[in-house]
């Protein structure tokens, strides 16, 4: 159970690095700086993804 909470909030430590690697390439170069920007929006996704499955399973859990 805790390897999904740490799960959860690691998706929020990628979602950074790739947004600051979108602003850093941004005028370098556009291609890079998109796919960083996919794949930044997909951490963010997957972090509320992952957020409202623990709370599921968790609340599976309690009956």
């Given at each position: 159970?805790?390897?999904?909470?740490?799960?959860q909030?690691?998706?929020?430590?990628?979602?950074?690095?790739?947004?600051?690697?979108?602003?850093?390439?941004?005028?370098?170069?556009?291609?890079?700086?998109?796919?960083?920007?996919?794949?930044?929006?997909?951490?963010?996704?997957?972090?509320?993804?992952?957020?409202?499955?623990?709370?599921?399973f968790?609340?599976r859990?309690?009956?």
């Open positions: 159970m805790k390897l999904l909470k740490f799960l909030y690691a998706y929020l430590v990628f979602f950074a690095l790739f947004f600051y690697d979108t602003i850093s390439n941004w005028n370098v170069d556009r291609g890079r700086a998109y796919m960083s920007l996919f794949f930044a929006v997909l951490a963010m996704f997957m972090y509320f993804f992952r957020k409202k499955f623990r709370k599921r968790e609340e859990g309690k009956l």
